[in-house]
Each structure stands twice: as structure tokens, then as C-alpha cells.
């Protein structure tokens, strides 16, 4: 039962009106499936006095006091042989469209680098643990669609911070993602096209998100929107470096494209004004093709 | 929702009931009288994602209470105020000089016709959940004063106390028609999966996505009432979707409202278990366990978030959004919006909409083919899905992971409706949902509408596409059977 004092927390009260059970089931037979489709619906109202938003502004998240900052670095490395994946368009194959040819279309759903580094691989803040977030830059990162692929082929992006889609081949693209916690996107970038498109994301995403385009089916691309500055995605030789993280114990998600989560939860203690060094290791059976 | 609503893990009934009329107690006990008497009803129950069957069980009773709370089963319906709907028949405030027979009310909202046995319910003020019996309403007087039958209101109401007259009652008249009409093909939950949906193809609407795919919204948009209002009246043609030009502007209206509480409630379940699903599926569950977590330490983690609030943090983040989302959309910011007039279908429009569609700037043709008939090369390529993995035969598929055809032009059967502005309104803002996307922006309005002429004038080319030097061959005569041969 709600108290006065309780109704305040909620900010919703419950109010059960007269809920008529229709006995018209009783004296006639019943059916195993019950009533259904037929039944008469009751209602139960529910207020809504203040709504979510003005609770959760009510309540700011306590924040923990960061005494200071350190990086995070090291490498992502393959463990075992990989052998690399042929091309998804190879040169001069034939296409609908030429430019897609002209220069082999490499897979990118897995690239390793020089000692077996492996690239693209997204390391983040699972949350963030407390002090100061800085805003986010204004400025917008750029995706272009050259040569029939997506460059760069995976990005961290910032919550309000505009992602623009462009193409710089002769032909039309299309951009299309659907991500989890925010709106749909599915437009299509004409010809040589320097403007672009841009989408800015309201929300931040829990795992990074795939973009296609609809007219050449082998391209994609990933990309992250998160709520903090602290992700990073790994170079061509599997290398990594995070600066400026909270000196405190964090815990970061360690995500690819093909072995889907590496880490859940990579617990690291990071020293102020110091740095840990860490290689993290996929077995190469995880790259396998699924 | 405050942070003992929901307590998890353990053996509680918490939800947040608030105090029911004695008339609830009554039906209580009505319902066990009617148990002895060997007469047992079943109610109907929503369905859940297949990401809930995923999920830890903690997590699936989570995501259960919730969905139970704000938005009840199929025929226990929670009306729940902070959902952008018509609920209620009437909604109005209190205004000056009540007395025991008559109410003066102010209505701020009228969406069905007020009758007599409708009750009334106050919202607010002194006589918000007061333990008298439920008010039903004898008349709408003059001047919007609601009469009550004698003996009147035991208690009056106070001026600016807000006033529901049949609440719920859109919802619930909503619900009958959807149980009649709808439910067969889009099931009890709006999950496209009715006892008919396995016989059609294409496969019925999912509403549990907020996702609509014949709008007249800009691309980033909802659908808006409208749109679904003239999809339930004209149908979409070339599907198994028909008219229901025979139902009430009434009737039609709480069909619109109960479809787009169903989205609502399905969209809460789709983005609750996508959250839920990173933490605390039994995959994500399996990992961290094999990690060095114990099992117990990540169930308590869960059981804390929910018991401590923060889920309902989560939650209201996640009503809040779909809430704004749905509101923006019946803006009329939201509307695809032509800046010039339907040019005229002249020749010369006609052959620059044909130079648009066979252009780079839109390569209509990857999806559409040359000559319209829905077969380019695209419907022949290895597509992918959301997680990047192989789609299972060649062609397109839509965000539900159904396979999907563009359309043939030639045939002059249009979706989403065959006025020139749905045609406008399809290139400019895409078909949501799917691979078709949106044009809006990147062409001018001119040159859409030449488009429009265009896939307009492909039903009734006199000659095959192509060079232009073959005349059209009709179909020949299918041969002639003697009857009983």
C-alpha cells in the first residue's frame, strides 16, 4: 500500500476503478480458451504526476570524487594462426558498379596487423565512475564511402556529437542503421556527394553499431555513440591508448565486429597520473568465420 | 516508479496498485464465489520477445512486472496517463457551483461520445481515490454539465479537480474491435504472430518496434495518427492488409490508439530487454560466470539495480523517450511538407524522372530494375543482416528479418497509398523499417515530383523499357479447357 510519503517518491499513484468481472462466462459453458478475444477488457487507471524525467533530475547520480588521471594502453593481439580473408570485390571483377572494382574491396570484418595486432577492435568505459565528463566536441566525425567501402570502417562518436556520412564515389550510396536506443537512419547519399548526411545521436549505445549500405550489399561499418570521451578504437597493429582515465578501479568492454564481446567487464585499476600497459589476447578461433 | 515497487528474487507481489474501490474488492470477491462455483477465468496474456526468453530469470521477472504494471494483459488493460493517448472518453476539469446531480465540467478532451453507465472518475483533489463507489453518469446537461442519478455525489468535487469520464474507455472499445478485426493476422500483443500470420506472405506489421513503413512523416519520424488512421481505412493494397472503410470514425480512432499503445508497450519490452540483454542474458551470464564472477554476485547485481532503483531510472529514460518520439511525430514539423505545387505529368517530366531513376545520383535501378519490375541486382546479392552475418537466402530484408521484394512499378499497385503525395512522401522520407531509404534533402522537390510522374506513367509505357525499338508483346491467351476435361 502506498503511503502519502511513498506517493511522493513515485510520482505515479495506482487508482483501481470498478473492475466489473463479467460473470457472462458463469451458466453458459466455458471453453478451454477462455474468454479471450471475447472477454470484456477492464481498466485499471494509472497517473502519471511528474514523470521520469523531473525524478531523475531530482536525483543527480552521486558522483565519486577522482583524485586524478592515467592512460590505459597496450595491444590487442591474436593468439594462434589467422590467415587472411580474401577480398570481398576483388580487383577488376566484374560489378554493376565499375568504380566498386577498381581497387580490390578488402574484408574488414577482420584485419591483423603486423604482430598479429589486431585492428578495430572497440575498448571502452562500461560506465562511467564518477568526477568530471567533458562536453562533447561539436565538431562532426566524418564516414566516407569511397571506392565502395566505408572510411574509416569503425569510429567512436560522442553523444551529440554529429556523425556525416559522405560519398566520394561517382555512384549512390545509401546509409542505413538501426540502433538499439535511438531513431532509424536510412538515407541515401547521391553521387560524389561532400556534404553529406549528418545524424547525431541522443542516446548512448551499449555495443557499437552496424552500418550497411543497401546498394552494395558486401559494405559495413561500425560505429559507437558513448556518453563519455573514454573509448578508443585499436590501430592497424592491434595497438591501443586511452589518456586521461579516471584513477580509479574502471571497467572497460573489449568489443570486435567478429568475436563479439572479448571482455564483458576488464577490470583495470588505473594509477593517477600513471599508466597501465595491458595486452589482451583473442584466441584466433573466435575470428573464425561465423 | 520509487524504489520498493519492485523487489525481485523474491517471493512478493509487489506492483504498484494503488487503493481499489470497494467495487474491485467486489469483484474479488464475485471471482471467488465464482471459482467455487466451478467457473474459472482465464485471462489472455501478452507474449514476450524472444530476447526476454534469453534473458536470466530474474531479468524475465523483471521485465514481466513491469510490463504488468504499466500496461496490464490484454483484457486487464492499464490505462497509464504518462503514454501519449486518447484513454479516456472524456477528460476535462471541474469548474464552478457543483452539486450532488450536476458537475460543471470544463473538457479539455472529447474523444467518444458520452453516454449514460460511463462513470466518472476524479483525477485529482479531495475525492481522488476516495472509498465511495464509482459515480456513473446519468446525462451530459447543458453547457457540459455532467448529472448524476439520485441520490448524487456523496462528496462534491472541488473546482479545478480533473475529471476522466469513462476512463480507459477508448482503450477498451479499442480492444474489442482489435480482438474482432486485427488480432487474427496481428496477434494478442501486436507481435505479427496471430494463428493466420504463418499463411501470409508478406508477413504482417510487428508493432513492437514503434516502426510503421507507409508514413507521410520525414524520415527521422514516427508515423503519425493519421497515417495509421489511412492505413486502417484504405488497407495497403498488393497485401493482405484490406480496408476498413465500414468501421465508425470512431471505431477507427480507438484502433489507432490501442495499435499505438501496443507499440508503446512493445517498444518498452524491445528497449528493457535490449538493455537487460548485455548484463544478464543466460549467454552473457555463461561468460561472465566462466570470467571468474560468481553466479550469485551477478544476480544480486541485477536484484540490486531493480530494488535500488537504478532499472527505474533506466525505465523512465526509456518510457520518457518513446513518449517524446510519438509526440513529435503527430507534429506538424514531423509532415512531409512539398515546397512546390504536383507538377503537371507533362513528357518532359515524365523523361526527367526517367533520367533520375536510371541516374547514379539515386540508382533506383540496384533495387527496382530497369524497367521497374522490381528485380535489379540487388535482389540477387548476399545481404547482411544487423550483425553483419550472411542473411539466409539472396535479396532484401526488412529490420523484422523478413524478406523483402521492391516494388514492381509496373503493376500500379502502391503500398502505401496511390495519391501523388504518397508516392512524394515515399522518396522523400523512405519506407521505414526497410532497405528503401530516404531522398529527402538530396533532391529538390521539382525533381521528386518528376519521380512521382514518372513511376506514375510505368504502368501505361506503350513500349517495353530499354532502346524503345520493341513493341510491347501482350501475354498470349492462356489455352482454353472444356469444362469436366
Redesign the interface.
Known amino acids: 500500500?502506498?503511503s502519502a510519503r511513498?506517493r511522493q517518491?513515485?510520482?505515479?499513484?495506482?487508482?483501481?476503478?470498478?473492475?466489473?468481472?463479467p460473470?457472462s462466462?458463469?451458466?453458459k459453458p466455458?471453453t478451454a480458451?477462455?474468454?479471450?478475444?471475447?472477454?470484456?477488457?477492464?481498466?485499471?487507471?494509472?497517473?502519471?504526476e511528474g514523470?521520469?524525467?523531473a525524478?531523475?533530475a531530482a536525483t543527480p547520480a552521486a558522483s565519486t570524487a577522482i583524485a586524478g588521471y592515467g592512460t590505459f594502453k597496450g595491444r590487442v593481439v591474436v593468439n594462434g594462426a589467422f590467415s587472411p580473408l580474401p577480398a570481398l570485390l576483388a580487383q577488376g571483377a566484374p560489378t554493376?558498379d565499375a568504380i566498386c572494382s577498381q581497387k580490390a574491396v578488402p574484408d574488414e570484418?577482420v584485419v591483423v596487423g603486423s604482430n598479429n595486432g589486431l585492428a578495430n577492435v572497440f575498448i571502452y568505459l562500461k560506465k562511467v565512475p564518477g568526477g568530471e565528463v567533458p562536453p562533447a566536441p561539436a565538431e562532426p566525425i566524418s564516414i566516407d564511402q569511397q571506392g565502395c567501402r566505408f572510411l574509416p570502417h569503425a569510429v567512436i562518436c560522442r553523444v551529440g556529437q554529429p556523425l556525416n556520412f559522405k560519398n566520394s564515389d561517382?555512384?549512390?550510396h545509401?546509409t542505413?542503421?538501426?540502433p538499439?536506443?535511438s531513431?532509424?537512419?536510412?538515407?541515401?547519399?547521391?553521387?560524389n556527394?561532400q556534404a553529406g548526411?549528418n545524424y547525431t545521436y541522443?542516446?548512448a549505445e551499449?555495443?557499437p553499431v552496424?552500418a550497411?549500405c543497401?546498394?552494395h550489399?558486401?559494405m559495413?561499418s561500425y560505429h559507437l555513440p558513448l556518453a563519455h570521451p573514454w573509448g578508443v578504437v585499436t590501430g592497424e597493429d592491434g595497438s591501443f591508448e586511452i589518456k586521461g582515465v579516471p584513477g580509479t578501479t574502471v571497467e572497460f568492454v573489449v568489443w570486435h565486429?567478429?568475436a563479439d564481446?572479448i571482455?564483458?567487464?576488464l577490470k583495470v585499476t588505473i594509477p593517477v597520473d600513471g599508466e597501465v600497459v595491458q595486452e589482451i589476447s583473442v584466441e584466433a578461433a573466435k575470428l573464425a568465420a561465423? | 516508479m520509487k524504489k520498493s515497487e519492485f523487489s525481485i528474487g523474491t517471493r512478493s507481489t509487489g506492483t504498484a496498485r494503488g487503493r481499489a474501490f470497494p467495487g474491485a474488492l467486489t469483484a474479488g470477491l464475485l471471482a471467488m464465489v465464482a471459482l467455487t462455483s466451478g467457473c474459472v477465468r482465464h485471462d489472455a496474456e501478452f507474449s514476450h520477445r524472444e530476447e526476454y526468453n534469453e534473458l536470466i530469470p530474474e531479468g524475465q521477472e523483471y521485465v514481466h512486472k513491469v510490463l504488468g504494471t504499466y500496461f496490464g494483459k490484454p483484457t486487464r488493460i492499464v490505462a497509464w496517463e504518462k503514454l501519449p493517448l486518447k484513454l479516456h472518453a472524456a477528460v476535462g476539469t471541474v469548474g464552478e457551483g457543483a452539486t450532488s446531480l450536476s458537475v460543471p465540467v470544463n473538457f479539455t478532451q472529447e474523444n467518444l461520445p458520452l453516454r449514460p453507465e460511463l462513470e466518472a472518475a476524479w483525477l485529482s483533489g479531495n475525492l481522488f481515490q476516495k472509498n465511495d463507489t464509482p459515480a456513473l453518469i446519468e446525462a451530459i446537461g447543458e453547457n457540459g454539465s455532467v448529472m448524476f442519478p439520485d441520490p448524487g455525489l456523496a462528496q462534491l468535487p472541488a473546482a479545478g479537480d480533473r475529471v476522466a469520464i469513462g476512463p480507459g474507455e477508448v482503450l477498451k472499445f479499442g480492444r474489442v474491435l482489435y480482438a474482432e478485426h486485427c488480432l487474427h493476422c496481428h496477434g494478442v500483443s501486436g507481435d505479427s504472430h496471430g494463428p493466420t500470420a504463418p499463411y501470409l506472405n508478406p508477413k504482417p506489421r510487428d508493432f513492437r518496434r514503434g516502426i510503421f513503413k507507409f508514413t507521410t512523416t520525414v524520415a527521422a519520424s514516427r508515423a503519425s495518427r493519421t497515417d495509421l488512421s489511412r492505413t486502417i481505412d484504405e488497407g495497403i493494397p498488393g497485401t493482405y492488409m484490406p480496408s476498413f472503410k465500414l468501421l465508425t470514425p470512431d471505431e477507427n480512432m480507438a484502433l489507432v490508439e490501442y495499435v499505438l499503445w501496443l507499440a508503446m508497450r512493445g517498444e518498452v519490452e524491445y528497449q528493457l530487454t535490449g538493455q537487460l540483454k548485455n548484463d544478464y542474458s543466460n549467454e552473457a551470464f555463461a561468460d561472465r560466470v566462466k570470467g571468474g564472477e560468481s553466479a550469485a554476485e551477478i544476480r544480486k547485481e541485477l536484484t540490486d539495480a531493480v530494488n535500488g532503483g537504478e532499472m527505474a531510472d533506466t525505465f523512465n529514460g526509456i518510457v520518457d523517450t518513446a513518449v517524446e518520439r510519438w509526440v513529435a511525430a503527430q507534429e506538424e514539423a514531423s509532415l512531409v511538407t512539398p515546397t512546390v505545387k504536383h507538377l503537371e505529368a507533362t513528357a518532359e517530366s515524365i523523361a526527367r524522372g526517367r533520367a533520375l531513376y536510371l541516374s547514379k545520383d539515386l540508382n533506383c535501378v540496384a533495387c527496382h530494375g530497369e524497367a521497374g519490375l522490381g528485380d535489379g541486382p540487388q535482389t540477387y546479392s548476399i545481404t547482411k543482416n544487423s550483425a553483419g552475418a550472411d542473411n539466409p537466402t539472396p535479396g532484401l530484408y526488412d529490420d523484422w528479418g523478413n524478406l523483402v521484394v521492391p516494388r514492381n512499378l509496373t503493376t500500379g499497385i502502391y503500398r502505401g497509398g496511390r495519391r501523388p503525395i504518397d508516392l512524394f512522401s515515399r522518396l522523400h522520407g523512405g519506407i521505414k523499417g526497410t532497405p528503401m531509404p530516404a531522398f529527402g534533402g538530396k533532391k529538390s522537390d521539382e525533381e521528386l515530383w518528376d519521380l512521382v510522374n514518372y513511376i506514375m506513367s510505368v504502368p501505361y509505357e506503350k513500349r517495353t523499357p530499354g532502346d524503345g525499338s520493341k513493341e510491347a508483346k501482350p501475354a498470349e491467351a492462356p489455352p482454353q479447357v472444356a469444362a469436366g476435361g
Open positions: 500500500m502506498m511513498s517518491l513515485s510520482g505515479i499513484v495506482g487508482l483501481a476503478l470498478l473492475a466489473v468481472s460473470m462466462g458463469c451458466g466455458t480458451l477462455g474468454h479471450g478475444a471475447t472477454a470484456e477488457p477492464t481498466v485499471t487507471v494509472l497517473l502519471a514523470g521520469g524525467a525524478e531523475a554493376k570484418s561517382p555512384v549512390a545509401n542505413a542503421f538501426a538499439q536506443s531513431a532509424g537512419f536510412n538515407q541515401t547519399i547521391v553521387a556527394d548526411a541522443s542516446k551499449a555495443v552496424r550497411k543497401d546498394y550489399a558486401w559495413g565486429e567478429k564481446y571482455s564483458r567487464s561465423k
